[in-house]
Nanobody
Framework: QVRLTESGGGLVQAGDSLRLSCSIS????????MAWFRQAPGKEREFVAS????????HYTTSVKGRFAISIDKAKNTVHLEMNNLKAEDTALYYC????????????????????WGQGTQVTVSS
């Protein structure tokens, strides 16, 4: 059974940094595209960042470009989201998502592009 387990969320002040992690367990694979989405109260779940397994294709939503960085640790089957200069509007429940065996360069910015999801980790930024 595939499991995606997020960690690293918390309560921080504006301008602080956090590092989210999402580890994969329960299945073997030749490639996995990973992404982070977030959902604020009363809003739709939105795309934040994504990376191909090869790491050569990465995408970010406009509001986080230059502040967030996604990376995949292949040795640990873990994806990280480094978040710097956090803002109050970054407050949300952050979900990681995965798509297995779609190719080393597969990456998507939309929810249907991923079949597996974690339970979410809360990020709260106080202004």
């Amino acid at each position: 059974q595939v499991r995606l387990t997020e960690s690293g969320g918390g309560l921080v002040q504006a301008g602080d940094s956090l590092r989210l992690s999402c580890s994969i367990s329960g299945r073997s694979f030749s490639s996995v595209a990973m992404a982070w989405f977030r959902q604020a109260p009363g809003k739709e779940r939105e795309f934040v960042a994504s990376s191909s397994w090869s790491g050569t294709r990465k995408h970010y939503t406009t509001s986080v470009k230059g502040r967030f960085a996604i990376s995949i640790d292949k040795a640990k089957n873990t994806v990280h989201l480094e978040m710097n200069n956090l803002k109050a509007e970054d407050t949300a429940l952050y979900y990681c998502a995965a798509e297995f065996n779609a190719g080393d360069d597969y990456v998507s910015r939309i929810r249907p592009g991923y079949d597996y999801w974690g339970q979410g980790t809360q990020v709260t930024v106080s202004s």
